[in-house]
């Protein structure tokens, strides 16, 4: 017995942090890190916004119609003398929220489909993939615009037709996740053990696929902000009145011609939004990516 | 005489595929009885692991199914019982120990939490005493530092850790039966040697059965009192160690005991057995053995034989023509 354990007086090596890890590689990566920069900085003002913008957003003044960029208006004013920097900075938060909220529906759908059509498989996994398959054969906004179409317009709506499209890139994604766990020797040792199914997926299966999620998570918000800014152009979101990067550009496109700038600035803001969070998706998938040092 | 602790009755498992269902277990019979380790050896694909998920009932997520048979623990037949009693059978009364240490723990879960899990899923009692037995099981297994253990993550730990934090798992709720699908395969020699010293080690203690999976005949010869020897999903022998490898019946066992290198023995290279298993969809149509055996006669080809007790009053069995062939003469004489 004592020479047993002697024998088995192996060092553990020093418990290496994960996170700090992980924090270390994605330092290194230059693009990602000025894309999260960008992205705490709009949602520090989003936040903010009505503390800190120059002008209240729905004030007119009609001595300042249509004016471009100045000392006293940075990115001019709007056909009612609205600045629009101040407009843009408040509409960062309807149209974050909308994007991000949609964008946590349509994951929690996707992830729960995916897990249940991975591991039971079966006519569940048949009935949920070909599910998936059908909404796929849409192109993302016209699926939107359907839905939109059915259930009406509204912000609340726009949230839920752009969460439908969001659902079955996940579940797709989750299933295959799961798929690859489910075959892991621990999940059957899990079992060997006496676990429920339930615990298993959750408990074991789960976790696993989190990180495959991640990315698509990142990247999915911008696509959902282009959505639900388009879907707002074309009138089906907020209300025209109301400070939304989308219903701005749909109502600075009348003036396209003596006022560029209106739809100039949310259209350049909207751009950087959507590449910033696609950059630091694929920062954070080079990061998680265990082959990629 | 030993209580029986499990007892396996013409156990058939079969795999369905597209072009037809293919039996990976046919009709296997053995006995495991209490601090009894029973060694089960055969080439890779011949069917020792299928076995061990069918005792335990794990091949829900493959294509097979177990279609015939009887499996018999502590006097219950637990192949027709609800899922739900099984869950209760497993890991309590059971447990299974795997082939790769490395992969088998959750490489998300801290091996607390992993231990822990096994001991609350069968005992009624609180986290913090579900810790300190984690604790002790860890101890028990000869970790040297179990609070630290407890606290890292399998990636920390070796081999050899993560085998005996296995082990502990397994034993966390002092199962009867403990399954050992190659446990130290994956492990090199040294470690091998201690890990299998733990496993008698806890068997003394605990007195339960362990079914001993491998194809290390080394491994048998040092642990196990009984062996079982299949081949292409079916029992060939059964024999007591002892007399496996010192008087071998069967052809194939002749061979696989041939194979093993001898002390002393100066050899340029060695026996080996011609061929590799069948496929099991295509089996030959006597003894699954005969287009491999040097001794196959006509009738090896045309009749399979049957598993016969070579004596009577014996536990050994054979499943050989050639058997039938000897007795006779000995008749004759």
Redesign the interface.
């Not at chain 2, 869950?87 to 309590?92: A, F, V």
């Not at chain 2, 000869?142 to 530092?145: A, E, H, K, R, T």
């Given at each position: 017995m004592a020479d047993l354990n002697h024998a088995a007086q192996e060092v553990l090596p020093k418990p290496k942090s994960k996170i700090k890890e992980f924090i270390r590689k994605f330092l290194k990566r230059k693009t990602a890190v000025i894309s999260a920069g960008f992205i705490v900085l709009l949602v520090i003002a989003a936040i903010l916004s009505p503390y800190i913008v120059p002008y209240n957003p729905d004030m007119a003044d009609y001595n300042m119609l249509l004016q471009g960029p100045s000392a006293s208006h940075w990115w001019g004013t709007d056909e009612f003398g609205r600045d629009v920097f101040s407009r843009l900075l408040v509409g960062a938060r309807l149209s974050l929220s909308v994007a991000l909220l949609s964008v946590i529906i349509g994951t929690a759908v996707g992830t729960v489909l995916g897990l249940f059509a991975g591991y039971y498989g079966g006519w569940l996994e048949a009935l949920v993939m070909r599910g998936c398959d059908i909404l796929f054969s849409f192109p993302d906004i016209l699926l939107a615009i359907a839905v939109v179409a059915i259930i009406g317009p509204g912000v609340i709506n726009v949230v839920i037709a752009v969460a439908v499209f969001t659902v079955p890139s996940f579940a797709r994604i989750m299933r295959s996740a799961t798929l690859t766990v489910k075959e892991s020797l621990y999940v059957e040792v899990a079992r060997s053990l006496g676990c429920k199914n339930n615990r298993i997926l959750w408990i074991h299966i789960f976790p696993g696929t989190i990180q495959s999620m991640i990315v698509n998570f990142t990247m999915r918000i911008g696509t959902a902000i282009l959505a639900a800014a388009s879907l707002s152009f074309l009138g089906f979101g907020a209300n025209v009145t109301e400070p939304d990067w989308g219903a701005m550009l749909s109502q600075g496109r009348n003036y396209l011609n003596t006022a560029p700038h209106i739809v100039l600035f949310p259209g350049i803001l909207i751009f950087v939004t959507v590449l910033a969070f696609n950059l630091l998706g694929d920062g954070l998938r080079d990061t998680l990516d265990p082959k990629i040092k | 005489m030993a209580e029986k602790l499990l007892e396996i009755k013409n156990l058939t498992t079969e795999f369905k595929q597209d072009k037809g269902t293919v039996t990976a277990v046919h009709n296997v019979s053995f006995d495991i009885n209490k601090g009894e380790i029973l060694g089960l050896v055969g080439e890779s694909g011949c069917g020792k692991s299928v076995t061990s998920l069918s005792i335990?009932r794990?091949l829900?997520?493959t294509p097979g199914k177990i279609t015939g048979g009887e499996v018999i623990l502590d006097g219950k037949n637990i192949n027709d019982v609800p899922e739900r009693e099984m869950?209760?059978?497993?890991?309590?009364k059971m447990?299974?120990i795997?082939q790769?240490p490395m992969?088998?723990?959750?490489?998300?879960?801290r091996i607390d939490k992993q231990i822990m899990?096994?001991i609350l899923?069968?005992n009624n009692i609180t986290k913090k005493e579900a810790y300190e037995r984690a604790f002790q099981v860890l101890k028990s297994v000869?970790?040297?530092?179990p609070k630290?253990?407890l606290?890292?993550?399998p990636h920390?730990?070796?081999g050899?850790?993560s085998q005996?934090v296995?082990i502990a798992?397994?034993m966390s709720c002092e199962p009867e039966l403990l399954i050992a699908d190659e446990p130290t395969t994956a492990l090199d020699v040294?470690i091998q040697a201690?890990i299998l010293?733990?496993m008698v080690?806890i068997k003394n203690e605990n007195n339960m059965g362990i079914l001993m999976i491998t194809h290390d005949l080394g491994v048998v010869a040092r642990m196990c009192s009984r062996v079982v020897v299949m081949y292409a999903g079916r029992v060939m022998e059964e024999a007591s160690v002892e007399e496996l490898f010192a008087n071998p019946l069967h052809p194939y066992t002749k061979g696989l005991v041939a194979s093993v290198p001898k002390l002393g023995s100066n050899v340029s290279s060695l026996p080996s057995i011609p061929g590799s298993v069948p496929d099991l969809s295509v089996m030959p149509k006597g003894c699954k053995f005969a287009p491999r055996c040097g001794y196959a006669m006509d009738i090896c080809h045309e009749e399979e034989p049957e598993l016969k007790l070579v004596k009577e009053g014996e536990r050994r069995k054979c499943r050989c023509h050639l058997l039938n062939l000897n007795k006779e003469e000995e008749g004759n004489l």
């Open positions: - | 335990m794990l829900i997520d869950r209760q059978i497993r890991g309590k447990a299974m795997f790769e992969t088998s723990l959750n490489p998300c879960m899990e096994a899923l069968h000869g970790i040297p530092d630290n253990t606290q890292s993550f920390q730990l070796s050899g850790m005996r296995m798992m397994a040294t201690q010293e733990l080690k």
